[in-house]
């Protein structure tokens, strides 16, 4: 997770500064031993609108529903912060991994 971190921020993967990054952000994260094993970051598109614009599980804690939690725990913190859309652009740079598997 910490090099996939270090490849899409362009910064340090230790754990401490990539808790300061998330915290930066609208964010939600899950840990498993004290590492990161995803994340979910969002930034203002326009007045009232979030961009899920980073969302990151780690390869071998895949296909376990952390992606869905994440998102969930994002939109209800969006929510709850009062704002009323997020919205996400998938990019080139995103991995396809097929239908939607059952969580």
Do not use: I, N
């Amino acid at each position: 997770m910490a090099g996939l971190f270090a490849q899409h921020t362009g910064r340090a993967a230790d754990l401490d500064t990539m808790r300061r990054w998330v915290a930066g952000h609208p964010s939600a994260g899950v840990e498993a031993d004290g590492a990161l094993v995803g994340y979910a970051l969002a930034a203002r598109l326009a007045p009232q609108v979030l961009e899920l614009t980073s969302f990151l599980v780690a390869p071998d804690h895949r296909g376990r529903g952390l992606g869905g939690r994440l998102l969930d725990g994002l939109a209800r913190f969006a929510a709850a912060d009062g704002w009323e859309a997020m919205v996400s652009t998938p990019s080139a740079g995103y991995e396809v991994l097929g239908p939607k598997r059952p969580s």
